[in-house]
């Protein structure tokens, strides 16, 4: 039983910066991919980013240039750092598990279905 827990979420300013943070246990960790989704009121669950393995990155148009996705694998974690936020930033943000396809010349991020309780980015003045 795979088990999530996200943390590091906040009330920020617009220009701040969040570095979100992911553990995982349950997974062998370091043969998967991770990503990261966001999920604001009113609206779908959306891809955010994404890391294989190997520690090749995927991102959504949206967020590319501010978000990276690093990962470590002694800790068992998975970071979202987040740069110049934005109100339209404003969600959950949650972490998965996954694997990824090559599709044309990039990657696409397979969740395997496994969720944490999600934390909470809130930017605004």
């Known amino acids: 039983q795979v088990q999530l827990v996200e943390s590091g979420g906040g009330l920020v300013q617009p220009g701040g910066s969040l570095r979100l943070s992911c553990v995982v246990s349950?997974?062998?960790?370091?043969?998967?991919?991770m990503g990261w989704y966001r999920q604001a009121p009113g609206n779908q669950r959306e891809f955010v980013a994404s890391?294989?393995?190997?520690?090749?990155?995927n991102y959504a148009d949206s967020v590319a240039g501010r978000f990276t996705i690093p990962r470590d694998n002694a800790k068992n974690t998975v970071y979202l750092q987040i740069g110049n936020l934005k109100p339209e930033d404003t969600a959950v943000y949650y972490c998965?598990?996954?694997?990824?396809?090559?599709?044309?010349?990039?990657?696409?991020?397979?969740?395997?279905?496994?969720w944490g309780q999600g934390t909470q980015v809130t930017v605004s003045s």
């Open positions: 890391i294989t393995r190997d520690g090749e990155t």
């Open positions: 349950g997974s062998i960790f370091s043969a998967r991919g």
């Open positions: 998965s598990v996954g694997s990824h396809l090559r599709v044309g010349s990039s990657w696409r991020f397979i969740g395997d279905g496994y």
